[in-house]
């Protein structure tokens, strides 16, 4: 598991941050599959067993941008 993530470098605005192991979303509580989080897939598609419906979506807004850099600690 890399401490790096590539759905908090897209800035994904369903992206929880790292919980302690596991970098979580709202569409992976459990954890983030590693071919997402290492970028081999964008998770623009819903994945099989994924149990919702919830793909990437990047923080569009300011007052999303600003939620997303508060709660990572910029």
Known sequence: MSASCN?????????????????VCKAFQKGIPNEITAGMDDHLTIRQGQGNKIIYEPASSYAEMEMFKSKRGF
């Open 7 to 23: 759905c908090f470098k897209r800035m994904c605005k369903h992206y929880g941050g790292l919980e302690a192991t596991k970098h």
